[in-house]
């Protein structure tokens, strides 16, 4: 019999009911260290004090308008956002996957504005992931995300990621976009190197596409900045933004450049809940407190800790591990073993990390977990990989 929840997950055997900071609480009261943040997504840790009374005093007053009115959080979170970032306008949504749709609509509605309807085509890279959606699993084009899901999204060009060739080859007139994760994280943690994002921008300043960063994992302050794509020196036309921003409640963001939103007119593109102003006031809220250069200074310095520590850990265990990547706190460790087996030896730790592609344990704890938290947790993966290794 089909389970009340539609079986889309295989969940593990834990059940939380409590978070504190970078530590979850199951049912019995036992505490779990939480290297994983719901997938990069509770930045501050849980139950953040600050944040918990901005909800709370945000839903004494007004849940929800629509965007039929002004919603005056939603417009403080956007005029931050264009502040600290390249942006000169964003449009709030509830998800990473509805971030990058409007993205995708932005693009192909910029060429239709300019009077080249013609020009649609999105150019992707092998091992992205973009969200759920079919324009995003089209997006993806893995055929794990798209298998049985019918008829994709026309005119995406999926070429293989660092095939300078074959990018420079299909960066022709037709080419609306080209999409690209500074960091690849459902893909297995995989940091685009700077010289490639420059390249990048200046192929597409070169023939006039659009560049789009899914910064949805890796922005928000995960590599020690703002966003990834600042560490190239370079700025994207148009980024989608979600995870982080949240620390947890339901929000996600397209940022644009005034011209690249140029074809974004009145009744083009809506939410019923995007950017309500329980989301935004959280958001704004999770943003002052991450663009903060001390705050950004710190998440460097633990993630040089993490790092080293990490480093440790896969000398330590050459069978187990056979090394560490990433930028800032956006690590992934590539296992010897099946990478599952290592992410559950962590549960019975009490160590959450993620898997991820390529067989990688992923590494993404709060940005303002203490260094005592750090040495702890990489203690408890150092016993899980004992563990392990004695089972050999
Ligand atoms: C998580 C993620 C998404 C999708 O976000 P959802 O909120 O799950 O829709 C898209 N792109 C990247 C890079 C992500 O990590």
Known sequence: MIPAIMPTYGRAEMTFEKGEGSWLIDRDGSRYLDFGAGIAVTALGHAHPELVKVVQDQAASLWHTSNLYNIPSQQALA???????????????????EAMECALKTARKYWSAKGQPERVNIITFTGS?????????????????????GPLLPGIINLAAGDHDALRAAMDETVAAVVIEPVQGEGGIIPLPDACLKGLRDLCDETGALMICDEIQC???????LFAHEWAGVTPDIMAVAKGIGNGFPLGACLATEDAASGMTAGSHGSTYGGNPLACA?????????????????????????????????????????????????????????????VNAGYAEHILTIPGGDNVIRVLPALNISDDEIADGVARLDRAASALEAAL
């Open 219 to 225: 922005g928000m302050g995960r590599t020690g900045k």
């Open 79 to 97: 005029e931050k956002l264009v502040e600290e970032t390249f942006a000169d306008t964003c449009f709030f949504t509830n998800s990473g996957a």
């Open 129 to 149: 992931f973009h969200g759920r959606t079919i324009a995003t699993i089209s997006a993806a084009a893995s055929e794990k995300l798209t298998d049985g899901f």
């Open 282 to 342: 959280v958001g704004a809220a999770v943003v002052d407190r991450i663009a903060e250069p001390a705050f950004l200074d710190g998440v460097n310095r633990k993630a040089g800790l993490m790092r080293q520590k990490l480093e440790g850990l896969v000398a330590a265990h050459p069978d187990i591990f056979e090394l560490v990547r990433g930028s800032g706190l956006m690590i992934g460790i590539k296992c010897k073993v099946p990478n599952i087996d290592m």
